[in-house]
């Protein structure tokens, strides 16, 4: 004997199985909405710390800069990326794309230029809306002082931080240096 009230329903004639099975998954739903896991404390924990690391890092890059500025080493930096850029070529036929503060940029390069890019020969820089091809000493350089400049800069794997290559599923697949997107 379920509920009483609602055999007494249907068999009045009130109501019918689907309505009673309506107002069964209604009520599970309820419930199921109403319990509290904490997830929504942990998520904004975890939202908090993210905005106060943030926060953190952007007053550490503002006062990297303001040191820099004072002793005179980014207008220098500039000077000097500006007289080391290597002048891109006019026939670039290849579009190299790179990413900076979440905005793609792409520019057009030879051969040459993209096998350097990607040994780690160059780099790239952008300055004041330009993009140049710079020596990767200068480009560690500038990124280094102001690392809100540089766009490209290829690291060697030492560098990279390491993953577990255990739970890799793509472990087996090689991925070529000259893969462009």
């Excluded at 009230?5 to 009130?14: D, M």
């Excluded at 929504?40 to 303001?66: C, G, H, I, S």
């Excluded at 036929?93 to 503060?101: A, G, P, Q």
């Excluded at 255990?166 to 697949?173: C, F, G, S, V």
């Amino acid at each position: 004997m379920a509920n009483a009230l609602q055999e007494q329903l249907l068999k009045a004639g009130l109501t019918n199985k689907q309505k009673i099975k309506d107002v069964k998954t209604q009520k599970k739903r309820n419930r199921k909405s109403n319990i509290d896991d904490g997830s929504e404390a942990l998520k904004q924990q975890v939202a908090a710390q993210k905005a106060e690391q943030a926060k953190r890092d952007k007053q550490l890059n503002e006062q990297r800069f303001a040191e820099a500025t004072e002793k005179g080493l980014v207008k220098g930096l500039v000077n000097e990326v500006k007289k080391q850029a290597i002048t891109l070529a006019k026939e670039g036929d290849i579009k190299f794309n790179y990413t900076l503060l979440n905005k793609i940029y792409s520019v057009y390069i030879d051969n040459v230029q993209q096998q350097q890019l990607l040994n780690g020969k160059l780099g790239i820089a952008r300055i004041e809306e330009h993009s140049y091809l710079v020596p990767h000493k200068l480009a560690e350089r500038v990124y280094m002082l102001v690392p809100e400049w540089v766009g490209y800069l290829w690291q060697s794997q030492a560098d990279q931080p390491s993953k577990d290559d255990d739970e890799d599923p793509y472990a087996d697949y090689v991925i070529p240096d000259d893969l462009m997107w």
